[in-house]
């Protein structure tokens, strides 16, 4: 057979080996991390992890009641302020300011915002809300992952209304009815699925925040629901029980680390299914 | 109809101004609504740059440019020594070693999904590596801590040690002892979380080569890897390398995969297998309970931090948005 023929065989079949193995080596590792997480987590969740509060030190009952409720107000409370104000500049990227040297600036910047480190969002937090206000407090939590919300549901909007078709607009604008009222009775009914799903993966980024929060909301052992006043959450809750020498805190992170997971994952494959949805109609 | 055309025109006027009035204040409003939330972006930019400044402007007058060679972070002496050189060392060390595992294997990965895999295997395989994506770096750092650290340090660094021991420049860079906390250590765990991003984003690239290209060098009898190396990579360079620059954006400022498996060690060992710090690391180890200059000093780490990869997103992002011109063509 002709060399040259041969060694470019060769080299096809050596290289293909090369990405088999390269992605062998990427699910391994990955599969390994979450056997391990499913393999402590489930040893560690129990009736008491949602019932009882975070323990002392030193204490073997306990749970992480008033961490998952803070988690559930805080990230609630951040998408709740973030989504809005991102879905309405998302609007104006995609309908109003299409062809604006504003909007190739803005979202310029906000593909920048979207990427930046999470700690820097917590010093920005922390030298514009908690130095003024004089201390640690939920709320400032909650403006920092606010702060993480916006961008990732500005991209996704302004992605979405960019599929509505025009012609749906161009209809309603001939029958009469006002810019706003088209984009709001028309745009968003027509990517309504797609802007759910850009909420929701807006919501699966920030449920596991944790740097933002480690000098913002801080934590807090007992439970509470003062957004004035520190408040406790599971990220930060598990980055201090990681750190401790008790083995039921580490069991107790474990367990939080599942939960945070599992939460992840199904607003992940929530969004996944609205997104199909929208493109199979 | 006669009679309804007459009750509509007798209504007329006055209601139909009155609606053409509210249109065009609902109109108005929801305009600048909208405006205003898109220029909130630019001020939340504004925003983090400004309280940076604000906040690390003690630090900048005291040590000036100095802060960026000087080692010694002493914090509790007094006055207080600080120098950004040891962070700002372990942040570039991890991120390009990070970097030099996960480019060739997330790449492969892209290419195994693209060109190799069974098609009933594309859709599972890639689902679950952007699912990965999502997963919060605290769950790899924790993993990396409890798992990873402590069998990279009983198994993989004494091999390693044991083999370059006496050879020259390798011999320096992979000495003992052994530690559960390290710059490489931190390396890997990195590594291991842009892995997905470096995938992903290479996937959806290679993508956008359109397939007439593709089938005209098969056609012309060239091997997969042929048209690996020879269409797809140079029609989507552009793109790969934006994709490998988002990734090091998020290797640089990523903070809770790391922090608990470096060591927050300022000093600059010449070991990779000896603990270091990174800047985010530094930060969220130290943030809570610093105060004054130590405070202000972390403030322009961050800064630091924050142009360092505003310059490297902002790179990824123009090479992106080339691709797509070109795409889009």
């Known amino acids: 057979m002709n060399p040259i023929y041969v060694s470019r065989r060769r080299n096809n079949v050596i290289v293909k080996y090369l990405c088999l193995g390269a992605a062998l080596f990427g699910v391994t590792w990955l599969a390994l991390i979450l056997f391990t997480l499913f393999f402590n987590g489930l040893a560690g969740i129990n009736f008491a992890v949602f019932t009882q509060d975070t323990p002392p030190p030193g204490s073997t009952d306990g749970g992480l009641r008033n961490a998952i409720i803070g988690s559930i107000i805080m990230t609630m409370i951040g998408v709740g302020i973030g989504a809005p104000l991102g879905l309405f500049a998302g609007t104006y990227l995609a309908e109003y300011g299409k062809h604006d040297k504003l909007t190739s600036v803005i979202r310029f910047i906000n593909d920048i915002l979207l990427s930046a480190p999470s700690i820097i969002i917590g010093l920005f937090i922390y030298g514009a809300i908690v130095v003024p206000m004089g201390g640690f407090s939920a709320f400032a939590g909650c403006l920092a992952l606010a702060v993480i919300v916006i961008p990732v ?124 949805e929208r493109i199979s109609k | 109809m006669a009679v309804e055309s007459d009750v509509m025109e007798a209504a ?15 109109d108005v409003t929801f305009y600048w609504i909208t405006r205003a939330c898109a220029i909130s972006v630019l001020l939340i930019l504004g925003g983090i740059i400004l309280s940076l400044i604000i906040g690390a402007w003690p630090a900048i007058r005291e040590y000036g440019a100095a802060f960026l060679w000087t080692q010694r972070w002493a914090p509790s002496a007094d006055p207080p020594v600080l120098g950004a050189l040891g962070p700002v060392y372990g942040t570039l060390v991890t991120s390009v070693i990070a970097m030099m595992i996960a480019i060739p294997v997330g790449l492969g990965i892209a290419v195994f999904l693209t060109e190799i895999c069974p098609l009933w295997l594309r859709r599972p395989i890639g689902l679950a590596i952007e699912l990965l994506a999502g997963i919060p770096s605290i769950i790899y750092g924790m993993w990396g801590f409890f798992v990873l650290g402590p069998f990279l340090a009983n198994n993989f660094q004494p091999f390693m040690i044991s083999v370059f021991d006496g050879v020259p420049v390798l ?32 996937v959806d690239v290679f993508k956008t080569v359109p397939p007439v290209l593709k089938e005209a060098a098969y056609g012309v009898g060239c091997t997969t890897w042929e048209v690996v190396r020879n269409v797809v990579i140079p029609y989507t360079r552009v793109g790969v390398i934006g994709g490998i620059m988002l990734a090091l954006g998020r290797a640089l400022g990523e903070t809770m995969a790391v922090t608990f498996i470096i060591g927050n060690s300022f000093k600059i060992q010449s070991s990779i297998f000896a603990p270091g710090t990174t800047i985010s690391a530094a930060i969220a180890s130290e943030f809570a309970e610093s105060d004054g200059l130590h405070q202000s000093g972390l403030i322009l780490l961050g800064l630091l931090l924050f142009v360092l990869t505003f310059f490297v997103l902002a790179a990824a992002r123009l090479m992106l948005m080339r691709l797509e011109q070109k795409a889009g063509n």
Request: charged share 10%; proline share 6%; no cysteine.
């Open chain 2, 171 to 202: 011999g320096t860079i992979f000495a003992g002892p052994p530690s559960y906390l390290s710059l490489f250590n931190a390396s890997l765990i990195l590594a291991i979380m842009v892995l997905p991003f470096i995938t992903a984003i290479s």
């Open chain 1, 153 to 276: 549901v500005v991209r996704t909007t302004e992605d979405m209304l960019g599929l509505v078709p025009n012609p749906l607009r161009e209809a309603a604008s001939a029958l009469g009815m006002p810019r706003s009222l088209v984009i709001r009775r028309i745009a968003y009914r027509a990517a309504r699925a797609g802007l759910i799903t850009g909420v929701l993966l807006a919501t699966a980024r920030v449920a596991g925040e944790t740097a933002p929060l480690l000098f913002t909301a801080l934590s807090n052992q007992f439970f509470s629901l003062d957004l004035t006043k520190t408040m406790a959450n599971l990220p930060v809750t598990i980055n201090n029980f990681v750190q401790s020498p008790y083995a039921y805190w580490k069991q107790l992170a474990w367990a939080g680390a599942l939960l945070i997971t599992l939460t992840v994952l199904a607003l992940n494959i929530g969004a996944r299914i609205l997104g199909a």
């Open chain 2, 12 to 26: 007329g006027p006055y209601d139909r101004a009155r609606a053409l009035g509210a249109f065009k204040f609902g």
